[in-house]
T-cell receptor, first 112, second 111 residues
Framework: NAGVTQTPKFRILKIGQSMTLQCTQD?????MYWYRQDPGMGLKLIYY???????DKGEVPNGYNVSRSTTEDFPLRLELAAPSQTSVYFC???????????FGQGTRLTVV | GESVGLHLPTLSVQEGDNSIINCAYS??????FIWYKQESGKGPQFIID?????DKRQGQRVTVLLNKTVKHLSLQIAATQPGDSAVYFC??????????FGSGTRLLVRP
């Protein structure tokens, strides 16, 4: 049982490039979340999904897009990368609204 | 590289003492709360949760207290150990199913 898997673990992007951060979970969880954590700071919610085909904005959605075509996968797309998007990105999932969220190990992204 | 919790408030305790970490939440409609522990370079790990119809819940060496009147949550760690050194976050779930994290506290355990 792998839990929540994020790829890649590390990535360096040039300003203006785009990329997709992958997140997959094998626990059949309905709820999935993307967070960013800036150096030395807390977690900010980017986007979330309550089930396949449903996504919604979090606290800091600008510059990102998501899709949820399957229960397992919740990719995060960065278009036109900017230095302000340098951060560690965490994906999480949970089974129901009132259960704990399980986190992946994170993707460390640097935009130069 | 950067450390988790570098810019966060720090609580320093002696090994063996009890620790109390506090969190103020923002949304009076939030009905489910979680405490997470994050070690450097890792994702947050679940510690304990509590629903809004409770005011106290106990786990192994940890207790969470919820005061809905003042929108305050606390995490008590008994007999704090060096392995408890980490950053601790509270999170609240609101009516739209968002899971919003608080700003966090860094716990340092002195030997």
């Amino acid at each position: 049982n792998a839990g929540v898997t994020q790829t890649p673990k590390f990535r360096i992007l040039k300003i203006g490039q785009s990329m997709t951060l992958q997140c997959t979970q094998d626990m059949n969880h309905n709820y999935m979340y993307w967070y960013r954590q800036d150096p030395g700071m807390g977690l900010k919610l980017i986007y979330y999904s309550v089930g396949a085909g449903i996504t919604d904005k979090g606290e800091v959605p600008n510059g990102y897009n998501v899709s949820r075509s399957t229960t397992e996968d919740f990719p995060l797309r960065l278009e036109l990368a900017a230095p302000s998007q340098t951060s560690v990105y965490f994906c999480a999932s949970r089974a129901t609204a009132n259960t704990e969220a399980f986190f992946g190990q994170g993707t460390r992204l640097t935009v130069v | 590289g950067e450390s988790v919790g570098l810019h966060l408030p720090t609580l320093s305790v002696q090994e063996g003492d009890n620790s109390i970490i506090n969190c103020a939440y923002s949304n009076s409609a939030s009905d489910y709360f979680i405490w997470y522990k994050q070690e450097s370079g890792k994702g947050p790990q679940f510690i304990i949760d509590i629903r809004s119809n409770m005011d106290k819940r106990q786990g192994q060496r940890v207790t969470v207290l919820l005061n809905k009147t003042v929108k305050h949550l606390s995490l008590q760690i008994a007999a704090t150990q060096p392995g408890d050194s980490a950053v601790y976050f509270c999170a609240e779930k609101d009516s739209s199913y968002k899971l919003i994290f608080g700003s966090g506290t860094r716990l340092l355990v002195r030997p």
